[in-house]
């Protein structure tokens, strides 16, 4: 049971100050009736709750497809840099949302974003071997051998060796090709490229696990994940 408050402000209706003001002023119904008692507890999944006559929709959590843009820093808050929050769009707002594992600001592509830690854990720790996929614009061609030692593991700054990546090339004339990896060092796949002599030009998150991009959400666009794009996270990609 949680006060009629919190969860209202947990739902993005308002700061907690703001739908109390909602209450008091007789604004909130619960299952059809005014409710003037902020601090009222109730099940919020066994209540029908109003705010001025709408109904809400109660969740728990919020789990978040966003097609990063170039340009915005995969944080919750920044004070000098425009962030993945600060460009959900306003129906997806709500206190605690976090971006899941970290893309760099001029990486594009899949980025989840969700208020549900034990969720992401799932899908960004090394050890459950969830593969994230990048398109990756190279300076040149990868040779045998530079692709040989990222599938076998490369060492990347003298110092921290990778788990085995996949490559696959898909543009041979335009030194475009897939890489995947299973685990979220910092500018990982950057520092895998110049290990084998290349440089990254641009780098596109396609899926994670086996959940593909929307194709057709556009840069910068974000919606509500289906419970069945959940599952494919931690699937096999
Ligand atoms: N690897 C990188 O180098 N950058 C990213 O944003 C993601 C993976």
Redesign the pocket.
């Known amino acids: 049971m949680e006060r009629l408050d919190k969860i209202l402000a947990s739902q993005g209706v308002g700061t907690r100050s703001e739908v109390r003001k909602m209450i008091w002023s007789g604004k909130v119904t619960v299952d059809g009736a005014v409710c003037l008692a902020a601090d009222q507890k109730l099940e919020p999944s066994e209540h029908g709750i109003a705010v001025c006559g709408n109904l809400i929709c109660y969740k728990k959590h919020l789990y978040i497809m966003m097609n990063k843009p170039d340009g915005v820093v995969?944080a919750s808050n920044d004070s000098h840099v425009r962030t993945v929050i600060d460009i959900l769009p306003s129906d997806l707002r709500r206190k605690g949302l976090f971006p899941v594992g970290?893309?760099?600001k001029?990486?594009t592509g899949l980025l989840i974003i969700t208020d549900d830690g034990a969720f992401a854990h799932s899908v960004m720790s090394p050890g459950k071997k969830v593969f994230?996929t990048?398109r990756v614009s190279l300076d040149g061609a990868l040779s045998e051998s530079g692709i040989g030692l990222l599938c076998g593991g490369v060492m990347i700054d003298g110092n921290e060796k990778c788990l085995p990546a996949q490559v696959a090339v898909l543009d041979e004339g335009n030194f475009i090709y897939q890489i995947k990896?299973c685990e979220?060092?910092?500018?990982?796949?950057?520092?895998?490229a110049q290990a084998v002599g290349r440089r990254?030009l641009s780098?596109e998150?396609t899926a994670v696990g086996g959940l593909a991009l929307d194709g057709t959400l556009e840069r910068g666009g974000a919606r509500e994940l289906t419970e069945c794009e959940k599952l494919l996270l931690t699937s096999d990609s």
């Open positions: 995969s970290r893309l760099d001029d990486t994230k990048y990896i979220g060092k910092y500018h990982q796949v950057k520092r895998m990254v780098l998150r």
